[in-house]
């Protein structure tokens, strides 16, 4: 579901998402050749009345052979602030240059902030699409 071609909508229970209770994802995409990449981007769901937050950190990072990977860029989230309505965050990377495998890192914020109404248990991480261009 995370390269199907479906984009998720802010409902989280449209069955486009990949939810991670507490758990980072890691996923790689094996493009079957290397290819030009000119830009690599995937969405993330904020809906704190749900106990869903943005990741920490999203790394993306490409290779030719699947073993050696070169970082290509992160973005980083804080979950300091609530966000009132339900949101999805696209992320974005521009990419210079030829790969076969592309890997995603995304790291849950862990556990619901103090200022949340479930401080202390675990937060969810949802994903959707991840599109190669």
Sequence with gaps: ALIDGILASTNLQDGSWQGFEGNDLEVVIDLGKSIQIKKIRCNFLSDNNSWVFLPKQVTILVSDDGITYKSIGESTFSSEKETKTALIQPVSF???????????????????????????????LFADEIVVE
């Design 94 to 124: 521009s990419v210079k240059g030829n790969a076969r495998f592309v890997k995603l890192k995304a790291i849950n914020q862990g556990i619901c902030p103090g200022w949340h109404q479930g401080a202390g248990n675990k937060a969810w």
